[in-house]
């Protein structure tokens, strides 16, 4: 059974019961019950009906005193049977009765069934006291219907706890789906974060790969300008030329990384690989750095990652080539086996060799090597510096 909620509609509801109890019971006791009218029983009258309406009239209370209501209506019931009354079957404590089992489980105790047993016991003692023998009509019409309403209110309760139950789960389950669901949002938000991260960091080290490349230049150029200025103005003119230009070409590259680090959403620009290795090696040439391209056998595309580091890796060997090199530097691409071969040598100072880790730019360069899956080492013997790298080629053309 479900009630409305609201506490008018709860009201009305309730005294709608009141009057379908009390005109029920009215009826019942002016036509006997459910058995024929025996003889002797008294006419309904002012006090029937009075009574009649006490075991009705409590149904306006029953969801705040529910115990009371059944102890009042029940109590109705004996004296209707006491004062001898067609009363086998009284509706208010049956309804009572129903109500209290079903809307009212924590009162159930060991105290409302002494209530409960102690209305029913007055009731058939009334009822033999009225009638002079053992009621058995009256125990089949009174106890039954009694027990088959505690059982129905019984069954009504566990049912409403159940659905209770599935709809507690079922907000559980929705619940935890919300939670799962912003911990995949909250976890991809990480690998997003991280993703942007690893981006930045890998655009900062392209920053200062182009900065560094395009520093040690000018700073050469500028040297020999200034170093040659009075024996030929015009070389030191275009010196500055050169000077400018590089200037301009890596201002322009330093906008774009740093766009990219500005706007992770925007289209990076297109990085710069192999097939800006003549410029690269022209700028050397034109700064005082002789460089010499040996290619054996034919080019192959690169994948982006490959063409990107190999690029990288010549641009900073010949950079610390034209910083801590005595002499032109050597650049060998082989295309001949499994994996892009690269080799810059330059003769250098003799001395002890560097440490095997390197500074920055050997370090940038080994890190590069492997991010494209490949390996890189450095050597220095008789007078001259090697930097090996190892690529794959990659599926995917640059």
Request: aromatic content about 4%; hydrophobic content about 45%.
């Amino acid at each position: 059974m479900s009630w409305p909620r609201t506490p008018h509609s709860q009201a009305l509801v309730d005294a709608a019961l009141a009057v379908t109890v009390f005109v029920v019971s009215l009826a019942l006791l002016d036509h006997g019950g459910p058995t024929p009218l025996r003889a002797g029983a008294r006419e309904l009258d002012a006090l029937g009906i009075l009574l009649a309406a006490c075991s009705a009239v409590p149904f306006v209370a029953w969801r705040r005193f529910p115990l009371a209501v059944f102890a009042v209506t029940a109590g109705a019931g004996v004296l209707l049977t006491g004062f001898g009354y067609p009363a086998d079957l009284v509706l208010g404590p049956i309804a009572a009765l129903y109500l209290l089992a079903a809307h009212r489980p924590s009162l159930w105790t060991a105290g409302s069934g002494v209530v409960v047993g102690g209305l029913l016991v007055a009731y058939l003692a009334a009822a033999a006291n009225a009638q002079g023998s053992f009621p058995g009509i009256g125990l089949i019409h009174t106890a039954l219907p009694w027990a088959l309403a505690w059982f129905a209110g019984e069954r009504t309760r566990l049912r409403r706890e159940q659905m209770a139950e599935l709809k507690r789960r079922a907000v559980d389950a929705e619940r935890e789906t919300e939670r799962e669901r912003l911990r995949a949002i909250r976890e991809a938000e990480r690998e997003r974060l991280l993703a942007v991260a690893e981006e930045r960091a890998r655009i900062a080290r392209d920053l200062h790969d182009s900065a560094g490349h395009a520093i040690s230049l000018i700073a050469i150029r500028a040297g020999a300008a200034r170093l040659r200025h009075h024996e030929d103005t015009g070389r030191s003119l275009k010196a500055l030329q050169t000077i400018e230009d590089l200037a301009r070409q890596t201002a322009a590259e330093i906008d774009q990384l740093v766009a990219n680090l500005r706007d992770g959403d925007q289209e990076e620009a297109t990085p710069l690989g192999l097939a800006s290795l003549d410029t690269l090696i022209c700028h050397h040439t034109t700064s005082g750095l002789p460089v010499d391209l040996d290619v054996t056998g034919s080019r192959r595309p690169l994948g982006a990652a490959t063409d990107q580091a190999a690029y990288r890796i010549l641009q900073q060997a010949l950079t610390n080539a034209a910083r801590h090199g005595t002499g032109g530097a050597r650049v060998g691409l082989d295309f001949t086996g499994p994996e892009l071969k690269l080799t810059v040598t330059n003769p250098v100072h003799s001395g002890p060799a560097p440490r095997r880790d390197g500074g920055h730019g050997l370090i940038g360069m080994r890190e590069r090597a492997l991010l494209a899956g490949g390996s890189l080492d450095t050597s220095q013997r008789n007078g001259t510096f090697r930097v090996h790298a190892l690529l794959p080629f990659g599926g995917t053309p640059a």
